[in-house]
């Protein structure tokens, strides 16, 4: 609307970038930034996991589980909400410039999540992919595994949880 970008950035692991995980350039953009984890990005000095208008995301805090905290909760007209800096225990996660070889980067790198990773079952699961990255089923839960949702939480941000944020389901 009005010239403006509109992008949406949604259930997505942004991490180990040297500048910023996730930013806006411009004033005129209007981004919808659901359900992302932003975790060490920036500098060892300057933490900067989310920029521009958008506001930066410092480590999360956590509740008396040891569940992070999200920047706000969701409702009908937040259009960034729901985002968390946590790490996010994946697999094996390589750096591809420290690889020669990509073969052997594929073969070696797995930045599935995880068990004790707090990105099972965070993500949104609305207009969220039927698959992941692996052709894999994602709206599924394991019960025991990630982010219960059962009992239903209340409120507007009440929809069950069963996608996990990144490109893999746990």
Do not use: M
């Not at 729901?82 to 996660?93: E, H, L, Y």
């Amino acid at each position: 609307p009005d010239g403006r970008v509109v992008a949406t950035v949604q259930n997505n692991i942004i991490t180990s970038n040297t500048s910023t995980g996730l930013s806006t350039v411009s004033a005129r953009a209007l981004p919808k930034v659901f359900h992302n984890d932003a975790w060490g990005n920036g500098t060892p000095a300057q933490s900067s996991n989310f920029g521009g208008t958008l506001a930066n995301l410092s480590p999360s805090a956590s509740d008396l589980a040891g569940n992070p905290i999200p920047d706000a909760t969701c409702t009908p007209t937040t259009t960034i909400c729901g985002n968390i800096s946590v790490n996010p225990f994946f697999v094996n996660p390589v750096d591809p410039r420290n690889v020669s070889d990509r073969a052997e980067f594929y073969r070696i790198a797995n930045f599935e999540l995880r068990s004790e990773s707090k990105l099972i079952d965070r993500g949104k699961d609305k207009d969220s992919p039927s698959r992941d990255f692996k052709g894999r089923i994602r709206i599924v839960d394991i019960p025991g595994v990630g982010n219960e949702t059962s009992p239903p939480l209340t409120g507007p941000d009440s929809e069950p949880r069963s996608v996990d944020i990144g490109a893999f389901e746990f």
